[in-house]
């Protein structure tokens, strides 16, 4: 790929992605544009090519000029402690229970839903319970590929993914709900618990298998950081 | 740019493609060429530092961009905004007060050596 040393320079020097991404195709254009005006000079295809690259400027010079732009540095970089530390477990639990708390009253409220619109209420009541579930298995872990994403593109160290994955295993949200009953009067409830769940007997895994499934798939994505790191290095 | 000093040519890039984006919608190549055209090449930019100095701007908010389609090629067009016109407007204030007190020294350094 063309400027990809420059691209790899502003990615490790903390340069958000897609301002890299810009300038690289911005680089590109120009140098097109010189290579044609060497042309259009008399140069043939060789000279006119190494003619347009000398005045574009050498790769340190592309680079240094990017990094001398601190505004141009992304959050990550910038702050990677408020990105893979603090906020996770924030925006996992606030995200997660937005979710729940919407698909809990549509099976909750199956009964009222019903009466005014043709879906079957057991019908209602099986996609809520589902998409509960998938909430609790899948918020931890589609954080955790977040942060290995965010990681990669700015090429950071692994450490902060990894603590924030750590962290966000210590403190996942489960949420639990049970529904209210129309005909007998009974009030639905929603439950929000921490924590880690180490299983010493097999009826914790049994009795806690939507955590356990949940750190597993989170524990995932650090996995491949780890292992691509190695084979990259 | 090429210069020698580049601490006596900080602020210039920014000062000029803002007064060059005043006129007209620019993409990157345009405006090195405008700059090096209007300046007689005395200022000549290495070519590609440009493109931070545009990426800076646009993220302060001086200048919009937008890509465009022209003659089969897509590039990416930069204008001013209107905080970008104020940023000018003090820059220029501030490079002509630079240049009077420039002027004002050469000033006295001719008359001190006429009168030699």
């Known amino acids: 790929m063309p400027f990809e040393t420059v691209a790899e320079t502003l990615l490790k020097g903390g340069v958000a992605p897609r301002h890299v991404r810009r300038y690289v195709r911005e680089l590109q254009d120009h140098l097109g544009d010189l290579t044609e005006r060497q042309r259009a000079a008399g140069y043939d295809e ?108 700015q090429r950071l160290k692994i450490r902060w993914p990894l603590i924030g994955i750590a962290l966000l295993l210590l403190a996942t949200p489960l949420l639990s709900s049970r529904f209210g009953h129309n005909y007998h009067d009974h009030k639905g409830s929603l439950g929000l618990h921490y924590g880690l769940v180490i299983p010493t007997r097999w009826s914790h895994v049994t009795d806690h298998w939507q955590l356990m499934l949940s750190h597993v798939l989170a524990l995932l994505p650090a996995a491949w950081l780890v292992f691509r790191r190695k084979d990259t290095a | 740019m090429a210069n020698d000093n580049p601490g006596f040519m900080a602020g210039i890039p920014e000062l000029m493609i803002l007064r060059l984006l005043q006129d ?93």
Request: proline residues 5%.
């Open chain 1, 46 to 153: 060789d000279d006119a090519a190494i003619r347009a690259r000398a005045r574009l400027g050498d790769d340190g010079e592309l680079a240094q000029a990017m990094l001398n732009q601190p505004g141009l540095r992304s959050w990550p970089a910038r702050l990677p402690w408020l990105v893979f530390v603090a906020l996770p477990p924030v925006v996992t639990a606030a995200a997660g229970l937005a979710l729940y708390v919407c698909v809990y009253f549509i099976g909750d409220g199956a009964a009222k839903i019903h009466a005014v619109l043709p879906l079957p209420e057991s019908g209602l009541i099986r996609f809520s319970v589902a998409a509960m579930t998938a909430i609790n298995v899948l918020a931890v872990p589609v954080m955790a590929t977040v942060l290995v994403i965010l990681a990669r593109r």
């Open chain 2, 24 to 116: 007209a919608e620019m993409y990157g190549y345009e405006i090195v060429q405008a700059i090096s055209a209007r300046t007689r090449a005395v200022v000549a930019p290495g070519e590609g530092v440009v493109y931070p100095v545009l990426h800076a701007l646009e993220k302060d908010g001086a200048l919009k961009s937008r890509r465009k389609t022209v003659n089969g090629r897509s590039r990416v067009y930069y204008t001013l905004t209107a905080k970008g016109a104020k940023r000018l407007s003090a820059l220029t204030d501030h490079w002509t007060a630079l240049n009077g007190a420039v002027q004002a020294v050469f000033g006295m350094a001719m008359q001190a050596a006429h009168a030699v």
